[in-house]
């Protein structure tokens, strides 16, 4: 970056003194794409074999559900499901225990449908690379992410139950027991909010630890294994976290 700012100074400071500035007029055509189109045999001939390799790999079952799983707010069966993947999967990735997993409500991107489960629903599920991260975060660090949580209604938790009062997080357990502020916890999360993507600033100053491992691995991991086990992917509500109201 260095080098490549001092050639750009360079270039500023050492111009011609009678060089002027020239007007580019770029143009452009739109064409619409439609069955009308020719299309072009040899590409199509090129593309076949890795469309048919792709359709091969997404449209592999992995699972069932009888249900189906959308994600609602302040919890939802898919939000459960996705945390306790990456909480039950960390743990045998990393060999430690996972107090806490967390999804942000904003990087689930669609839903799993009921029937069967393709490794292609998890893809749309989950179609970023994101690497899960463990990070041990001192109790307030984590009481201040959670009521960035509660601020927004709710995410994605396992390991934790709380509750949502006047936008902050109330009556906290984290393995059955109230959070304890001098206490460090170790949580997992993916690295765009280890890195404090969605405004998770708080989480920026403690170590990461990583394996490269993606998020959507752990969640096709997870699926394969309660498939094993002969579960249904039918994670359910069970209040973990709340509206204080109700």
Known sequence: MRI???IILSCIFFLPQNTSAQKITVTYSGYP???NIRKDSSML????SYRDSVIKSMGAVIGFSTTGLSKHQPESGLGNFMTDALKTIGEQVFGQHIDAA???YGGVRSYLPKGNITVGNIFELMPFDNVLVLQKVKGDSLLSFLNHIADKNGWPVSGITLAIKEKKAANILIG???LSTDSVYTIANSDYIANGGDDTNMLKVFPQEKKGYLIRDALITYVKLLTEEGKPIDAKIEKRIVYADQ
Not at 45 to 48: E, H, R
Request: net charge neutral.
């Open 45 to 48: 001939s090129f593309l076949s």
């Open 4 to 6: 490549l700012l001092l």
């Open 176 to 178: 059955g027991k109230p």
């Open 102 to 104: 967390f999804v942000n």
């Open 33 to 35: 794409i439609d069955p």
